[in-house]
């Protein structure tokens, strides 16, 4: 069974740091085009950012460039979205999800709040 | 970029109801086009992809239809469980969009 398990989140001061985790089970995650989904308390869903398969090119929201990082680790058959520079406006819960035929399928998700 | 506008925000409908919601894409995005539906406190759950094409698992009472700019995901006789709130999103290229969602209420 495909199953995407995602890490990482809590409570972190504006101007910090988080790294989350998606740890993928059931299938090659260097096989898989990637993408990370947020959704702020209340609010619909946003596309964060994406990484391909094969050559991995990464792409992101205009909201995170230059902030976030997408990156798998094919060894830990695990994606990580590198959190910099946090805004309040990033707190959200954050999905990972498999791009084949679109989103799926996705993780449970994990909770990033960003306030003092 | 892209923007994908869905109608209505919020619709109230009786089980057994036949309910049709509507996502418009700015430009062309061929057949590029999936539907998930939310639950609270729950990741959501692809049920339409390519337009129309209906995953695995889910029920034959969801359809999608629509190509190019205009896209429609028709549930054709409401069941309890489908009170959900429900997103289309274009994956057509970077950066992917989502609708605002389409809050489906019991009347």
């Known amino acids: 069974e495909v199953q995407l398990l995602e890490s990482g989140g809590g409570l972190v001061q504006p101007g910090g740091s988080l790294r989350l985790s998606c740890a993928a089970s059931?299938?090659?995650?260097?096989?898989?085009?990637m993408s990370w989904v947020r959704q702020a308390p209340g609010k619909g869903l946003e596309w964060v950012s994406g990484i391909s398969v094969g050559d991995g090119s990464t792409y992101y929201a205009d909201s995170v460039k230059g902030r976030f990082t997408i990156a798998r680790d094919n060894s830990k058959n695990t994606l990580y979205l590198q959190m910099n520079s946090l805004r309040a406006e990033d707190t959200a819960v954050y999905y990972c999800?498999?791009?084949?035929?679109?989103?799926?399928?996705w993780g449970q998700g994990t909770l990033v709040t960003v306030s003092s | 970029d892209i923007q994908m506008t869905q109608s209505p925000s919020t619709l109230s409908a009786s089980v057994g109801d036949r309910v049709t919601i509507t996502c418009r894409a700015s430009q062309s995005i061929s057949s590029w086009l999936a539907w998930y539906q939310q639950k609270p406190g729950k990741a959501p759950k692809l049920l339409i992809y390519?337009?129309?094409s209906l995953e695995s698992g889910v029920p034959s009472r969801f359809s999608g239809s629509g190509s190019g700019t205009e896209f429609t995901l028709t549930i054709s006789s409401l069941q309890p469980d489908d009170f959900a709130t429900y997103y289309c999103q274009r994956y057509n290229s970077f950066p992917y969009t989502f609708g605002q969602g389409t809050k489906l209420e019991i009347k």
């Open positions: 059931g299938f090659t995650l260097s096989t898989s085009a």
């Open positions: 390519k337009a129309s």
């Open positions: 999800a498999k791009d084949l035929k679109a989103f799926d399928p």
